[in-house]
């Protein structure tokens, strides 16, 4: 079942903070984070797979819950290279297979 | 990071001809390779997950006839569109991942336009 991100739609001045949810009905094995531009393919961001971890590098970072059913990531003080649709995508097991939220688009204005 | 190689990046071919797109994993041995579909402005949607040497397994709605997937070395995988038609049309994406690992590395991506 593909999971829920919110919100859909976000837009932000260059130096902004955002946060960006993603919310599975089941529990879930990992968590990938990849952001994608127009006409490109995704990039890899980030790989959650223990509940309550958190990681990051630069200023992008994400957690995932302990119950295993969440993950958020955290973009602090946005740049404007961050624009694009950030999309997570969540196993449920050890294998490479993932399924996709909706995307949130986010607009990183100067 | 590993990588995956996707062949071509786009293509046009008429209504009714068959396509085909490969994907490859250039430092690491495949065991399994996920094709995905994204329209514009859509999500990634899981087609078929292909393992080294055995049928793909498609997901529901998929139709296995029109799409052929191949994964006949732990390196490669193909997808062939056959008798393509305009709502073909579409982002295609492969991801690789080794043996029992859990990240999945994406190829490119191919952009088919059929008219």
């Known amino acids: 079942q593909q999971p829920v991100q919110s919100p859909q739609a976000v837009i932000l001045r260059e130096g902004e903070d955002a946060v960006i949810n993603c919310s599975s009905s089941k529990a879930l094995y990992s968590v990938h984070w990849y952001r994608q531009k127009h006409g490109e393919a995704p990039v890899f961001l980030m790989i959650?797979?223990?509940?309550?971890e958190q990681k990051g590098h630069d200023k992008i970072s994400a957690s995932f819950n302990e119950k295993k059913q969440q993950s958020s990531l955290y973009l602090t003080a946005s740049q404007l290279s961050y624009s694009g649709t950030y999309f997570c995508g969540t196993g449920v097991n050890q294998g490479g297979k993932l399924i996709f939220g909706q995307g949130t688009e986010l607009s990183v204005k100067p | 990071g590993a990588v995956v190689s996707q062949h071509p990046s786009w293509v046009i071919c008429k209504s009714g001809t068959s396509v085909k797109i490969e994907c490859r994993s250039l430092d690491f041995q495949a065991t399994t390779m996920f094709w995905y579909r994204q329209f514009p402005k859509q999500s990634l949607m899981l087609m078929a997950t292909?393992?080294?040497?055995?049928?793909?397994?498609?997901e529901q709605g998929v139709e296995k006839d029109k799409f052929l997937i191949n994964h006949a070395s732990l390196t490669l995988s193909t997808l062939t569109v056959t008798s393509a038609h305009p709502e073909d049309s579409s982002f295609y994406i492969c991801?690789?991942?080794?043996?029992?690992?859990?990240?999945?590395?994406f190829g490119q991506g191919t952009r088919l336009t059929v008219v």
């Open positions: 991801s690789a991942s080794s043996d029992r690992s859990t990240e999945a590395f």
């Open positions: 959650l797979l223990k509940g309550g």
């Open positions: 292909s393992n080294e040497g055995s049928k793909a397994t498609y």
